[in-house]
């Protein structure tokens, strides 16, 4: 690489930098190369001893530059930074037969166990319901009392309920969580089992 | 990615700090100067003495030269002055810090 390549490589890398600044930069480069070639170097002597144009760019960019690469230096050209993240290995598909099967048999599972899930939310649903229910059940005899005579066996008995609507609300809390939680596990076993890196 | 790269890199400023109190010097001289000490690649200086100008650690100015254009010379500030002795500081104490605890070791 020459004078020349250098500063194009340079220039494009420098895009970014508001553009007195990197005019200026480029002089102190040109600079450089003025001064080292009176001291009898030659171009490409300098270049090496520059650094990689890409590198110099991301140093100049410093903050700028988004990448958290480490900045580079430290010339030596066999060296190369490491991209910042090494690609995940390859995963191991299975292949398009045991592919068909494991659909087949996850169609199967689902046929009984998707039923099975939407009875546990109608489970917990019900139970709010009934924790509702209990709990509103002053309100409803005496909604009653206006069409109707209510015995005082009544009043306790809605006292009682109004206890265990309280117990029935806490636990649904709690039913409302598992049930939740165990679709989301349902769903990913499904979502993993089905791509395969189970 | 070889850490000795970061250790140089954290050292280049300081470097430079030292090299110009010693007296003004411009970007060239600087940069066979740093050369001499540490190996490095030359071009790293440039960015690194705009930021340095840009903190305001360093002034610059022109000084024509025969046979070549004007070399550019850059000079300690004041607050450049205070930032290289906190430098110097911290890397001593880091230094004496590190060694004590390598020396510790069983390794060497």
Request: aromatic share 10%; proline share 5%; charged share 20%.
């Amino acid at each position: 690489m020459n004078k020349n390549e250098f500063l194009t490589l340079l220039n494009t890398q420098l895009s970014q930098l508001p553009p007195e600044e990197k005019l200026e930069l480029l002089e102190d480069y040109e600079a450089h190369f003025a001064f080292g070639k009176q001291n009898g170097k030659t171009e490409e002597e300098i270049v090496h001893e520059l650094g990689d144009p890409h590198e110099l760019a991301k140093e100049a960019l410093g903050e700028r530059f988004t990448s958290r690469e480490p900045v580079y230096w430290y010339h030596d050209p066999s060296r190369r930074p490491e991209a910042s993240a090494p690609p995940a290995p390859a995963r191991r598909r299975r292949g398009a037969t045991a592919q068909t099967f494991v659909i087949i048999g996850m169609f199967f599972i689902n046929l009984v166990l998707a039923p099975l899930m939407l009875a546990f939310w109608t489970f917990a649903a019900a139970i709010t319901i009934g924790a509702v229910a209990c709990i509103a059940s002053p309100v409803l005899l005496t909604m009653d009392m206006l069409y109707n005579e209510v015995s005082t066996a009544k009043w306790f008995a809605s006292v009682f309920m109004v206890g265990i609507g309280i117990l029935l609300a806490l636990a649904s809390k709690g039913l409302f969580r598992a049930v939740l939680i165990s679709t989301q596990k349902y769903f990913s076993w499904n979502h993993q089992t089905a791509k395969g890196d189970a | 990615m070889d850490i000795s790269i970061q250790f140089k890199k954290g050292a280049l400023e300081l470097c430079v700090l030292v090299l110009i109190h010693e007296r003004d010097r411009y970007g060239y001289e600087l940069a066979q100067s740093v050369s001499e000490h540490i190996e490095v690649a030359e071009g790293a200086l440039y960015p690194l003495l705009r930021r340095l100008v840009n903190e305001g650690y360093c002034t610059t100015y022109l000084q024509e030269s025969t046979g070549g254009p004007p070399r550019k010379y850059y000079k300690l500030t004041e607050s450049g002055k205070a930032h290289m002795k906190k430098l110097i500081t911290e890397w001593k104490q880091f230094v004496y810090s590190v060694s004590r605890l390598i020396e510790r070791g069983p390794i060497l």
